[in-house]
């Protein structure tokens, strides 16, 4: 039986990343449990302190509920070498589609991502190979993959 999980991320500014990631994945910002008119709200009447509060959006969701939720963690330490551990962002369409469209969607999002602060790092195939992908990294650092 597959369990349900949820991804988390370690960051300097989850407010940061957790926008980049709504807008690139299509995810929305988590609202906060019914009754709370804020995420710092909920989490002062569970006793998390003052000191704690005020980091902005930190959690978000899949609209339609198929994909995991994704929390944005705060630590201490600056990222300083590749993850071990990607996401891979699929827009081409699959292979069925035609190499020279998957190639134009691939590369049209990366170009939106950019837009949103990512940052291009090359491209992912080559001549005669049925592949187009872009290698990318989010606002902090992080390592992605377009195709």
């Known amino acids: 039986m597959a369990v349900r999980f949820q991804l988390v991320i370690d960051c300097a500014d989850p407010d940061l990343l957790a926008r980049f990631w709504a807008a690139a994945l299509g995810y929305e910002l988590e609202p906060p449990p019914t009754g709370f008119a804020s995420w710092d709200d909920y989490w002062r009447d569970v006793g998390v302190p003052e000191a704690d509060l005020g980091i902005g959006a930190d959690c978000i969701i899949d609209p339609d509920g198929g994909g995991p939720r994704i929390w944005f963690q705060v630590v201490p330490e600056r990222k300083t070498v590749k993850n071990r551990l990607h996401l891979d962002v699929h827009v081409s369409g699959g292979r069925a589609v035609p190499i020279e469209t998957r190639r134009q969607r691939v590369d049209a999002e990366a170009r939106r991502l950019s837009g949103l602060d990512a ?8 001549e005669g190979i049925d592949h187009h992908g872009v290698a990318m990294k989010d606002p902090e650092g992080n390592e992605f993959d377009i195709n």
Do not use: A
């Open 119 to 126: 940052t291009m790092v090359g491209v992912l195939g080559e």
